[in-house]
């Protein structure tokens, strides 16, 4: 309320007082001049009229007690009515942008890893391109799960390429040609990288939840493993013979002769240094090709017997 608006009801109220007790001034006159002039000889008239002086006389002090003092300096303001100083609103926190809860929460972190930072700055500019440089008050969990749908959205090769470029127009792409979108794995990774900065923004009092925690994501392998078929296992027995054959000859001969129909072929103008200490390379297992550790022993024996 303003001052002026404040200033025009006290007028109206000491209008409306004056007039009222102007009444009650003009009736109590009146119920005088009555008992003096001997209209009322009735004791019950008079016991009346003395009651209703009294009552009016108990309103007439409780105005006076409730109301404004008339006897304050025309114009001024009364006590119930004059305007109370403002108390200062408290200022809340402001809160910052997303590129600023960057630098907050991880950038200025010291025992974070460079491959940490320089991934959690992607995937914040990856939630910028889509919702903009929001307030980190204004990320809440719809906004996370329109982030979750649109990252399923786009294709699988976003992920390898360059980050730059239009997400709407990756989406269609993905729908027009039908492209295999980005893996669970993929989503996945990019709401563990937010989370984690949300926990800091959380500790730091700058964030009061995780929008980012608490989300599904589908984690089927697309290729599930087999085992291989006897067709395949011929042609990797075969192709790990020729590969044993080139490397026996580079290792165990000096500027040695060979001939390979998939590897090329070596007519002793080069050689291989150093050569190995013994005889041969040790022979060392990444893999069974799906296969039992007997068939592995099988495939050692084979390529001894080379």
């Known amino acids: 309320m303003t ?10 109220f000491l209008t409306y007082s004056t007039d009222a007790l102007e009444r009650l001034n003009q009736h109590i006159i ?14 019950a008239s008079l016991a009346s009229k003395t009651e209703e002086i009294e009552r009016l006389h108990d309103t007439l002090v409780k105005l006076f007690q409730t109301g404004p003092a008339l006897s304050q300096t025309p114009g001024a303001v009364p006590p119930s009515h004059q305007l109370a100083s403002p108390s200062p609103t408290p200022t809340a926190p402001t809160s910052p942008r997303l590129t600023e809860a960057l630098n907050l929460g991880l950038l200025a972190d010291r025992q974070k890893t460079d ?8 995937t914040v500019t990856l939630l910028i391109q889509v919702s903009g440089d929001k307030l980190v008050q204004e990320i809440t969990g719809r ?57 800091q923004l959380i500790r730091r009092e700058i964030a009061e939840k995780n929008p980012w925690s608490n989300w599904d994501f589908d984690l089927t392998k697309r290729n599930p493993r087999r085992a291989w078929i006897d067709d395949e296992l011929a042609l990797l027995s075969w192709t790990c013979i020729t590969i044993s054959q080139a490397i026996r000859a580079v290792t165990e001969q000096d500027f040695p002769r060979h001939r390979s129909s998939h590897f090329g072929n070596l007519d002793g103008s080069l050689d291989m240094v150093p050569k190995p200490v013994r005889d041969r390379l040790p022979i060392i297992a990444v893999g069974r090709a799906g296969q039992s550790v007997e068939w592995l022993s099988q495939a050692f024996a084979r390529a001894q017997a080379l």
Request: aromatic letters at 8%; charged letters at 35%; proline letters at 3%.
């Open 30 to 43: 009146t119920l005088r001049q009555d008992m003096i002039s001997g209209k009322m000889q009735d004791k």
């Open 115 to 122: 491959a940490t930072k320089k991934e959690t700055a992607r």
């Open 3 to 12: 001052r002026y608006e404040d200033l025009l009801k006290t007028r109206a």
């Open 143 to 199: 906004i996370a799960g329109e982030f979750r749908d649109l990252l399923f959205s786009l294709p699988s090769s976003y992920a390898k390429g360059k980050q730059e470029l239009d997400l709407n127009a990756e989406v269609e792409r993905a729908q027009e040609f039908d492209l295999p979108p980005l893996s669970g794995k993929s989503v996945k990774n990019h709401f563990m990288r937010l989370s984690a900065l949300w926990n």
